[in-house]
């Protein structure tokens, strides 16, 4: 058996520990050797790792427990949390995540014996690659480009990094339409990058007027993203902008430029501009435009939704 701690705000990273983790599973009993539980309580979780895998070899049990945090455990609590990983089955595997919301700033502390206990084992901090620290970021893209057979042009990744910013799902993804557009080849440049991958810039125009409350200007926008985008790629990219400029808003009278670039993981120069633009806009029509973002998109995915692209027009417009 083997004990994980995943932890930190890059959901995709966390995700891809754990697909690593279940390659190790009979694909032909996932459905009995892979489970999930959110933050059980105090003796369902001893039961949890007192599990006993049955005749189909290994078990991978995810404990997503980020509520952890927020509480105590008493000190015989944390002696049976700790004698039960000692002593669990040699073919159970335990991950605990505690995935942080994103872009928030918000750190899991250390201090709690909970934390300490966990840190023993196999502990991997997953935190977002900040859009300033390009190299970084760049050498992700190279990593993550090879594994899809793909080479990138120096200004290719630059282009990436301009027009997607720092969220590696989503880099991911345009990566996956990158390589559908050069094959047979195998060479990314700028000037695909700037076709082919959604852009923030497309969508800053949309929201200008969004924010400006020019409606049928916006809505022209909006129809005209949908020519080359799916409602849900807008809408999530839309998200991620929005969670940013809440931010920004909600934190530009009392930090620096310094600093919210810190909090929104985007360039000083970048957190500039957007606050320039951001100028006009009501940090409580920004807030209500999320909440209604986050309805469509529970709704479409719960599959509520009977027209993807009015949900996520209604959302946007009402």
Request: charge should be positive.
């Given at each position: 058996?083997?004990?994980?701690?995943?932890?930190?705000?890059?959901?995709y990273?966390?995700?891809?520990?754990?697909?690593?983790l279940?390659?190790?599973?009979?694909?032909?009993?996932?459905?009995?050797?892979?489970k999930?539980?959110?933050?059980?309580?105090?003796?369902?979780?001893?039961?949890?790792?007192?599990?006993?895998?049955?005749?189909?070899?290994?078990?991978?049990?995810?404990?997503?427990?980020?509520?952890?945090?927020?509480?105590?455990f008493?000190?015989?609590?944390?002696?049976?949390?700790?004698?039960?990983?000692?002593?669990?089955?040699?073919?159970?595997?335990?991950?605990?995540?505690?995935?942080?919301?994103?872009?928030?700033?918000?750190k899991?502390?250390?201090?709690?014996?909970?934390?300490?206990?966990?840190?023993?084992?196999?502990?991997?901090?997953?935190?977002?690659?900040?859009?300033?620290?390009?190299?970084?970021?760049?050498?992700?893209?190279?990593?993550?480009?090879?594994?899809?057979?793909?080479?990138?042009?120096?200004?290719?990744?630059?282009?990436?990094?301009?027009?997607?910013?720092?969220?590696?799902?989503?880099?991911?993804?345009?990566?996956?339409?990158?390589?559908?557009?050069?094959?047979?080849?195998?060479?990314?440049?700028?000037g695909?990058?700037?076709e082919?991958?959604?852009?923030?810039?497309?969508?800053?125009?949309?929201?200008?007027?969004?924010?400006?409350?020019?409606?049928?200007?916006?809505?022209?926008?909006?129809?005209?993203?949908l020519?080359?985008?799916?409602?849900?790629?807008?809408?999530?990219?839309?998200?991620?902008?929005?969670?940013?400029?809440?931010?920004?808003?909600?934190?530009?009278?009392?930090?620096?430029?310094?600093e919210l670039?810190?909090?929104?993981?985007?360039?000083?120069?970048?957190?500039?501009?957007?606050?320039?633009?951001?100028?006009?806009?009501?940090?409580?029509?920004?807030?209500?435009?999320?909440?209604?973002?986050?309805?469509a998109?529970?709704?479409?995915?719960?599959?509520?939704?009977?027209?993807?692209?009015?949900?996520?027009?209604?959302?946007l417009?009402?």
């Amino acid at each position: 058996m083997a004990i994980y701690f995943l932890y930190g705000e890059e959901d995709y990273n966390i995700e891809q520990e754990i697909g690593k983790l279940k390659k190790g599973l009979d694909k032909n009993f996932l459905e009995m050797s892979f489970k999930t539980y959110d933050n059980p309580k105090f003796p369902d979780l001893i039961s949890i790792l007192r599990s006993q895998p049955m005749m189909f070899g290994k078990m991978l049990v995810v404990i997503n427990c980020l509520d952890y945090f927020s509480k105590t455990f008493e000190d015989k609590e944390i002696k049976e949390i700790e004698k039960a990983l000692d002593d669990n089955n040699e073919n159970l595997d335990i991950v605990f995540v505690a995935q942080l919301p994103r872009n928030e700033g918000k750190k899991l502390d250390s201090r709690k014996k909970f934390f300490k206990l966990l840190a023993k084992h196999n502990a991997k901090e997953c935190a977002v690659i900040p859009t300033y620290k390009t190299a970084e970021l760049e050498s992700w893209i190279i990593k993550q480009g090879k594994s899809k057979g793909l080479k990138f042009e120096k200004d290719a990744l630059t282009a990436i990094i301009a027009q997607i910013g720092n969220n590696l799902r989503q880099i991911d993804g345009e990566l996956d339409k990158l390589k559908l557009f050069v094959y047979p080849k195998d060479n990314i440049t700028a000037g695909m990058v700037k076709e082919i991958c959604i852009s923030n810039e497309d969508l800053f125009a949309f929201s200008d007027y969004l924010m400006e409350n020019e409606k049928d200007k916006a809505l022209l926008e909006y129809r005209k993203l949908l020519e080359t985008r799916y409602p849900l790629e807008i809408l999530s990219t839309l998200q991620t902008m929005l969670r940013r400029w809440i931010i920004l808003k909600a934190k530009a009278q009392s930090s620096s430029a310094f600093e919210l670039a810190k909090l929104t993981g985007m360039h000083e120069y970048v957190v500039k501009l957007n606050l320039q633009k951001l100028k006009k806009t009501n940090l409580k029509d920004l807030v209500k435009l999320k909440q209604n973002l986050t309805e469509a998109e529970y709704r479409i995915k719960s599959g509520q939704a009977f027209d993807v692209e009015k949900e996520v027009e209604n959302a946007l417009f009402r």
